[in-house]
């Protein structure tokens, strides 16, 4: 029996399991993906103190040495269950994995299009990651579908490895920063498609076009790309927690900062925990006090 398993191995599961193992906890982190979450898709970080810059997969793979490195154990699949009965909390994965505390970290994923192609076609030139997939497109043209930092992050970036980049968003004016928007303005290989919307991604094996739609004209456009970043904003990854804990209306947990849930042993931490800003300083915070809190409701267990 672990004191802590941690769900999630983003930022905020990382530092929970840094500060845990530090308390003397056991604690290992279920991650059924690379650690790290959503820094390994991030090319650039420039507002992680102490790093004026630094490429996300680089922190990610520093934060899991530090963790290991003292001890965090971690256990590679994806966490399909969660038994959260007080005194018998239960992780389950392959098998069935108790603990004395659980910090949920799941943190997010990329929103989908729901539209037709998007599905059969991911992994064959859909992709919800730039950074992870652009190189595959090395030369070739692509289409960016939002219109937030993300999108705009995107395009940026894939201007520099792509022959041209085609930036669909359905709005006639972006949500990026103005920053990010003008410099991409600048960039000759990227052209835009405001109040457009993408109606389908055309191909047989792979992304061969993309069907975008005039939000006014209502004129269709067939684009001949390789590949469809989507970029259209995240959801939390709360499925495996509804009607066992409190959800919002975009279905983040409602919880203090302290990560408390009304379920004793059970504590949230990072994107998944309803607060102001979405960020790794701040899901770090949070993994940082959600194992103070374990390490506090355990001791007044013993
Ligand atoms: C493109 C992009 C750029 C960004 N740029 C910046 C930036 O420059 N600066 C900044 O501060 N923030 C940035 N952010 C935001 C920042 O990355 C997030 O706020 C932060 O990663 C949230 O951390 P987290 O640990 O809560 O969740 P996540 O990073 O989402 O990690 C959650 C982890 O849980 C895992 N997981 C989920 N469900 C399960 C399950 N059932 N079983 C096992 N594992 C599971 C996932 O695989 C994932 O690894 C960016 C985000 C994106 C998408």
Known sequence: MRDLIVVGGGPAGLTAAIYAARAGLSVAVAERGFAGG????????VNYPGFEMIDGAELARRMEAHARGL????????????????GALTVVTGSEIPARALILAMGTQRRKLAIPGEERLTGRGV???????????????????GGGDTALEDAAYLAGVCRQVTLVHRRDAFRGGRRL????????????????TAEEILGDKSVQALRVRGVKTRAEETLPVSAVFVA???????????GALPLDAEGRVEAPEGGHTPIPGVFVAGDLRQK??????????????????VSRFLRERE
């Open 38 to 45: 959503q820094m390994t898709a991030t090319a650039d970080i």
């Open 71 to 86: 001890g965090a154990e971690m256990l590679t699949g994806e966490v399909r269950a969660l038994r959260l009965d007080p």
């Open 127 to 145: 992709s919800f990651c730039a950074v992870c997939d652009g190189a595959f497109f090395k030369d070739q043209d692509v289409a960016v579908v």
């Open 181 to 196: 928007e003008a410099a991409l303005r600048r960039l000759p290989n990227v052209t835009f498609r405001l109040e457009h």
């Open 232 to 242: 259209v904003g995240v959801e939390p990854d709360t499925a495996l927690l509804r």
């Open 276 to 293: 102001p800003i979405y960020q790794i300083i701040t899901a770090c915070a949070d993994g940082a006090t959600a194992a103070t809190s």
